[in-house]
C-alpha cells in the first residue's frame, strides 16, 4: 500500500481501483535499438497502465480523480444525481456515469458536439452514435448534446425544481477543489514502484510524460512529486524530475491552469501553495496536439499504428496517443538526451523515462473509417 504523510493520509477516499499499484511494464524495444548509440545514455522506456488501473468499464485517469470526489458526492445530504460536463466523446463522462450507477444516483452528462472532431469526422452519424456516447446511453446517463454553450445553471436549476439534489462536478474534474489529489497520490505509487523496479541510473523516472486536457493529472503529479521530495531526508542530489504534459489542444495560458490546480492540491496535502508550487514547476510541451481536441491527424494515426504494431498496445486518438507520439519524437530527435544534460544528468548510464497510459480506448469505434473495397 501506498504510504502517505499527514494531513493528505486521512483525506477521505472511496476506492474504486484495484488495490494495487496499476502496472508499470518496459515498452518499445524498436524504439530502444533505434536511439541506442555509443557513449550515449541508454534510454528505458517504460509505460504505466492507469487504463488498467480500475476493474470499471473504459478505465482511465479520471477514476483516480472521482476516488477522492465521491466522498464529498455521498456526504451531500440528499443528493440524487451526478451532474458532468464534456465532448461529445468524453472519456470522462462515462466514468462519471460508471460511478453514478454504481453509486446508485442518477447521471446528466452535458456534452457539447462541437468539442472533440465531429466536424472533422469522416462519418458523423458513427462518431454521433458509437463509441463512449453508446456506453454512456448503456449505463443509463440522461444525455443532453449541445452545441457550443448551454446554461449549466439552469441545468441544476430544472433538476432541483422536480425535487432532485444534483452535484456538480466540472470538465475533467479538474477545476474541482478536490480534483488533483488523485494523482498526487499517484506519485506516491510510482514512488514505490520504482523502488520495486530496481531502476538504473538514479533510480527513479527521470522523465514522466502524459497528456495535459484539462490539467489536475498533470497537477497532481506536480503537487505529490513536490511533497515527495520535500518529506524525503537527505539522499544524494539528483538531477530534477521532469514531468512533462503534452497538450491535447491549443489553449491559453493552460501553465497558469495547472498551476493553479497543483496549488489548490497543495494546499490539502501539507505545502504551502505560494512558496512550493511556482509556473516553472510546469512543464508543457505544445507540440503534438495536430489540428486540435479530439481531431485524428495524420502524425497522431501513425504513432497509434506504430505503438500498436511494435508493442501490442492500444492508446487512445484524443490523449495518451498524440502523448506517446509527441514522447517518441522527443527520444527520437535526440532533444531528450540534450535536455537531459541541462538537467546535470551525466553522458553515459540510463535514462530511465515513463510514458502514462491514461485509458480512453473506448472512444475507438466513433472514429471508425470504412474500409476501401477491392
Ligand atoms: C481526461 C483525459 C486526459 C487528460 O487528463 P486531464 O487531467 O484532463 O489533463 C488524458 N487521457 C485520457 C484518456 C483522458 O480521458
Known amino acids: 500500500m501506498v504510504q502517505l504523510p499527514e494531513p493528505f493520509a486521512s483525506i477521505p477516499i472511496y476506492q474504486i481501483r484495484y488495490p494495487r499499484p496499476s502496472p508499470i511494464h518496459e515498452f518499445g524495444t524498436n524504439l530502444k535499438a533505434a536511439t541506442r548509440v555509443p557513449n550515449h545514455p541508454e534510454l528505458r522506456v517504460w509505460m ?93 446517463a440522461d444525455i443532453r448534446v449541445f452545441s457550443g454553450s448551454y446554461d449549466k445553471d439552469s441545468v441544476l436549476a430544472e433538476l432541483r425544481s422536480t425535487g432532485k439534489v444534483p452535484y456538480w462536478i466540472p470538465m475533467g474534474a479538474s477545476m474541482h477543489p478536490l480534483g488533483g489529489l488523485g494523482y498526487a497520490r499517484c506519485a506516491f505509487e510510482i514512488a514505490t514502484q520504482e523502488e520495486e523496479l530496481r531502476l538504473e541510473g538514479t533510480g527513479r523516472f527521470d522523465y514522466i510524460f502524459l497528456p495535459c486536457g484539462s490539467g489536475s493529472t498533470l497537477a497532481g503529479l506536480i503537487a505529490g512529486f513536490r511533497l515527495l521530495e520535500k518529506s524525503s531526508t537527505g539522499g544524494k542530489r539528483l538531477p530534477p524530475r ?60 501513425r504513432s497509434l499504428r506504430e505503438i500498436a504494431i511494435q508493442n501490442g498496445v492500444l492508446m487512445d486518438p484524443v490523449y495518451s496517443g498524440k502523448a506517446a507520439g509527441g514522447m517518441i519524437s522527443f527520444l527520437r530527435s535526440g532533444e531528450l538526451e540534450a535536455d537531459a544534460r541541462k538537467w546535470g544528468h551525466a553522458g553515459a548510464g540510463s535514462l530511465n523515462i515513463l510514458v502514462l497510459h491514461t485509458g480512453g480506448q473506448t472512444v475507438y469505434s466513433a472514429y471508425a473509417t470504412t474500409p476501401t473495397t477491392a
Open 242 to 301: 521532469q514531468i512533462v504534459g503534452l497538450t491535447v489542444s491549443p489553449k491559453e495560458e493552460q501553465e497558469k491552469t495547472v498551476l493553479e490546480i497543483a496549488r489548490t492540491t497543495g494546499g490539502h496535502i501539507g505545502l504551502d501553495p505560494q512558496s512550493d508550487l511556482n509556473l516553472s514547476d510546469v512543464r508543457l510541451d505544445h507540440r503534438s496536439h495536430g489540428t486540435g481536441y479530439g481531431i485524428l491527424d495524420t502524425d497522431t494515426e
Open 48 to 140: 504505466k497502465r492507469d487504463d488498467q488501473a480500475a476493474p470499471m468499464v473504459c478505465c482511465g485517469n479520471k477514476y483516480r480523480k472521482l476516488e477522492y470526489i465521491i466522498p464529498d458526492i455521498l456526504s451531500t445530504p440528499g443528493v440524487t444525481t451526478i451532474v458532468t460536463e464534456g465532448g461529445l466523446q468524453s472519456n470522462h463522462a462515462v466514468q462519471v456515469a460508471a460511478v453514478s450507477a454504481k453509486l446508485g444516483l442518477e447521471c446528466v452528462l452535458l456534452l457539447d458536439e462541437q468539442a472533440g472532431g465531429l466536424d472533422a469526422s469522416e462519418n458523423p452519424e458513427i462518431f454521433r452514435s458509437t463509441g463512449n456516447i453508446q456506453i454512456c446511453q448503456l449505463l443509463g
